[in-house]
């Protein structure tokens, strides 16, 4: 049984905290799982090398799972930004020039806006 998942990338972190490199680009989120393969919430943050090793995997395995994560957390990110800005602020973002509208009238950018959002929710910018 794995004793980690990959959750992901971040560019946040650039410290292997298994080796201690630094200046890494980013580093591979993994998550510890209990005895029953359960995510326990606690996250280290490697390099992709020392992620594999870590995970028994190869580098190219957690490569793939890395970025399958971050695209489905990019995918949820979007849907619920686009509810809450339909919800809170009453702006269709899926509606053309509905961004550039709202930043003639308010001065807030996209990434404005996705940054209060971030806040509100406590989900990471992606
Ligand atoms: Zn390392």
């Known amino acids: 049984m794995n004793a980690y998942r990959v959750n992901g990338t971040t560019a946040d972190v650039t410290e292997c905290e298994l080796c201690g490199r630094v200046e890494l680009k980013g580093t591979v989120v993994l998550e510890a799982l209990d005895v029953e393969g359960i995510g326990t919430g606690e996250v280290v943050y490697f ?8 995970a028994g995997w190869t580098v190219r395995e957690v490569r793939k799972a890395a970025k399958s994560a971050d695209d489905l957390r990019r ?6 930004f686009r509810a809450w800005a339909r919800d809170t602020l009453a702006l269709d ?10 930043r003639h009238a308010t001065g807030k950018t996209l990434g404005d806006l996705k940054a209060e959002f971030a806040d509100a929710s406590g989900l990471l910018p992606v």
């Not at 390099?47 to 870590?54: F, I, M, N, S, Y």
């Not at 973002?93 to 709202?102: E, G, I, M, Q, W």
């Open 47 to 54: 390099g992709a090398q020392c992620a594999a090793r870590a």
């Open 75 to 80: 995918r949820e990110f979007a849907a619920r």
């Open 93 to 102: 973002v899926t509606r053309p020039y509905a961004l550039a509208d709202y």
